[in-house]
């Protein structure tokens, strides 16, 4: 079965430093591999999202992640975050299928401090 | 463009008692459609799916279940809740692309307290 580990359950930051937020899956096929934010008060949305390509993708708000591979690994970077991105982070893995279901992580919660 | 909706945002329910919550998606066709369960600590967890009308596959069992009326629209229910049926619900779609899914789309999810 698959499964998804979030590495870091609580992040506090001060602004400006850089934000690494690990995530590693579980599955030996083909997998689409995704961010998801959710700010406080808000919906669940979309920050970045592999399918195939350049194992580097950026998404919104200046997040990028890369895919690993070789370690089953999506961490998810910001150089240098921002008081406004205090929120709650999950990855999610889905497996290359027509249901399209998504597993996804404990979930982060990042704390930046102004 | 496409919006999805769940009602209710908040609701305060005693044990024994039903539960209905309903979702529908507006703007697409044929959409993939999830509930899942959020609790503090532990992610999203996928309760149900479903890839077309009538079509309902649980993930976890559970005190709950779900229908597919109508393409867009998804309904969690329950007969008689429990204590740990409380939690936040969210629905959420996806659809195919040239075979390949979609990113999902949430909604603005349902907090259920159980008392």
């Known amino acids: 079965a698959q499964s998804v580990s979030q590495h870091n359950h609580h992040v506090i930051l001060s602004e400006a430093a850089s934000l690494e937020l690990g995530c590693n899956y579980s599955y030996g096929g083909t997998v689409n591999l995704f961010w998801y934010v959710q700010y406080p008060g808000q919906h669940l949305q979309l920050l970045l999202k592999?399918?195939?390509?350049?194992?580097l993708v950026k998404g919104i708000k200046g997040f990028e992640a890369e895919f690993i591979k070789s370690k089953f690994s999506f961490n998810l970077r910001k150089p240098s975050v921002q008081w406004s991105d205090t929120a709650e982070y999950f990855c999610?893995?889905?497996?290359?299928?027509?249901?399209?279901?998504?597993?996804f992580g404990q979930g982060t919660t990042l704390q930046v401090k102004p | 463009s496409q919006t999805i909706h769940q009602w209710p945002a908040t609701l305060v329910q005693p044990v024994g008692s039903p539960l209905s919550l309903e979702c529908t998606v507006e703007g697409t066709s044929n959409p993939n459609l999830y509930w899942y369960r959020q609790a503090a600590g532990r992610g999203l967890q996928l309760l149900f799916y479903s890839v077309g009308i009538g079509q309902i596959s649980s993930e976890v069992p559970q005190n709950l279940s779900a229908s597919r009326p109508q393409d867009r629209q998804f309904i969690l229910s329950s007969k008689k809740l429990l204590l740990s049926d409380s939690g936040f619900y969210l629905c959420?779609?996806?659809?195919?692309?040239?075979?390949?899914?979609?990113?999902?789309?949430f909604g603005q999810g349902t907090r259920l307290t159980v008392v």
């Open positions: 592999y399918f195939s390509g350049d194992p």
């Open positions: 999610a893995v889905n497996a290359r299928s027509n249901t399209g279901k998504l597993i």
């Open positions: 959420a779609w996806s659809v195919l692309l040239r075979d390949e899914n979609t990113e999902a789309f």
